[in-house]
């Protein structure tokens, strides 16, 4: 049995993410979705509420599981018993990034092989700082989230709106 490791922050998850998961679960025996819960970067969502997010999008996906992670990621993968990490590459600009993360990853733990899956077309503008930033200024998400993310967003933005700190965006008002 080949298991796979799709890690991410997934704040929120989006249909980029869900068509990766999906077509890695093609090719792998099983996938697990891992949710990092010790970003450097600003949440707008709790790990524990990214986590529902993802497992109520895959709950009835038998071979995409959910699960939190707070370590490396090879050491995560090593702990599931991953043979590989899934990455999905959107532009150009992120194989810069993925491919020294899979050099890095290799030094780290040579046994674990990274694959990249080109987004599919439609999807190579969604990232969940855009998903993000159209929700927080009432925009309609429904065809970049499922409608239990869209509502979430929704709920999170009207409790947010009597005065939190801002969540780092990126602006698309200019």
């Known amino acids: 049995?080949?298991?796979?490791?799709?890690?991410?922050?997934?704040?929120?998850?989006?249909?980029?993410?869900?068509?990766?998961?999906?077509?890695?679960?093609?090719?792998?025996?099983?996938?697990?979705?891992?949710?990092?819960?010790?970003?450097?970067?600003?949440?707008?969502?709790?790990?524990?509420?990214?986590?529902?997010?993802?497992?109520?999008?895959?709950?009835?996906?038998?071979?995409?599981?959910?699960?939190?992670?707070?370590?490396?990621?090879?050491?995560?993968?090593?702990?599931?018993?991953?043979?590989?990490?899934?990455?999905?590459?959107?532009?150009?600009?992120?194989?810069?990034?993925?491919?020294r993360m899979a050099l890095a990853n290799h030094r780290l733990a040579s046994d674990i092989e990274v694959v990249a899956l080109i987004t599919n077309e439609e999807h190579t503008f969604l990232s969940s700082t855009t998903v993000r930033e159209i929700a927080s200024l009432g925009g309609n998400v429904t065809t970049m989230v499922p409608p239990h993310v869209a509502e979430a967003l929704a709920s999170k933005f009207k409790e947010l709106s009597d005065g939190r700190p801002n969540i780092h965006m990126t602006s698309l008002r200019d």
Do not use: C, W
């Not at 990455?87 to 491919?99: A, K, M, N, Q, T």
């Open 1 to 99: 049995m080949i298991r796979a490791f799709f890690p991410g922050t997934y704040d929120p998850i989006h249909y980029g993410h869900i068509d990766i998961a999906f077509r890695a679960s093609k090719l792998f025996d099983e996938v697990v979705v891992g949710v990092y819960n010790k970003s450097l970067k600003n949440m707008l969502f709790s790990p524990e509420e990214r986590i529902a997010l993802a497992k109520t999008t895959f709950e009835n996906e038998p071979k995409i599981r959910v699960a939190g992670y707070n370590k490396l990621t090879v050491d995560f993968a090593r702990q599931i018993d991953a043979k590989v990490i899934v990455r999905g590459l959107r532009v150009f600009s992120d194989f810069e990034y993925e491919f």
